[in-house]
């Protein structure tokens, strides 16, 4: 199976997912399958606040999504993503900001 949805964390720190385009058998595309999941796990759960989503133009005979998650919820998002899709790989990690999901991990006694 090979992923074809391009996961990268853009500038303003958002996880974005892009599905790209199914060629051969194996190929597979999650964006939208992606937030139903997280959805499912409460990690996310407000259009328009944790994640937008869009369809992409000319998809032919099948749904392409973008999706881009929310800064806040962007590491914590990457984590989980990492554990349904085993082997995706998420450019731009170095611009996720660590402090928001580090601070929302912390208990205070």
Do not use: R, W
């Not at 990492?82 to 900001?97: A, L, T, V």
């Amino acid at each position: 199976m090979t992923y074809k949805t391009i996961a990268s964390v853009n500038q303003k720190g958002q996880l974005e997912l892009k599905d790209g385009k199914l060629e051969k058998i194996g190929d597979h595309i999650f964006a939208y399958h992606a937030v139903l999941a997280l959805c499912d796990k409460k990690i996310v759960s407000e259009v328009n606040k944790d994640f937008f989503i869009s369809e992409l133009p000319g998809s032919g005979f099948y749904s392409q999504y973008k999706v881009t998650f929310s800064a806040d919820k962007t590491p914590q998002v990457a984590e989980e993503l990492e554990k349904i899709f085993p082997g995706i790989e998420i450019s731009g990690k170095e611009k996720m900001n660590i402090d928001s999901h580090v601070n929302s991990q912390l208990v205070t006694i």
